[in-house]
């Protein structure tokens, strides 16, 4: 069983940055990939960036260049670093952990654990 903590959303202006973590109950060492989603009001949940065991990452066109997504092994965290943020990127962000076998996972049913999500809102 994988517990998954979110943190870090909250009100920001277009243009400016975010940082949100996600605090793993297990090392996340052990655990084979781990991945953003959002959910914005209205709308299907969306993949947003995804980071393999060997950290191998992967991003939604959407947000490529301006999101990065790491870990942090000692802390057993995964980070999403945000920049340039647009009010399209308001949303709630979920963080998940696939403990499967798939090398780079990017849609929702190859995550078995997710947080309980962080809402971001991107707005003047």
């Known amino acids: 069983q994988v517990q998954l903590v979110e943190s870090g959303g909250g009100l920001v202006q277009p243009g400016g940055s975010l940082r949100l973590s996600c605090a793993a109950s297990v090392s996340i060492f052990s655990i084979n990939a781990m991945g953003w989603f959002r959910q914005a009001p209205g709308k299907e949940r969306e993949f947003v960036a995804t980071i393999s065991w060997s950290g191998a990452t992967y991003y939604a066109d959407s947000v490529k260049g301006r999101f990065t997504i790491s870990r942090n092994i000692a802390k057993d965290t995964l980070d999403l670093q945000m920049n340039i943020l647009k009010p399209e990127d308001t949303a709630v962000y979920y963080c998940?952990?696939?403990?499967?076998?798939?090398?780079?996972?990017?849609?929702?049913?190859?995550?078995?654990?997710w947080g309980q999500g962080t809402l971001v809102t991107v707005s003047e």
């Open positions: 998940a952990a696939d403990t499967g076998g798939v090398a780079i996972p990017t849609e929702g049913p190859q995550f078995e654990y």
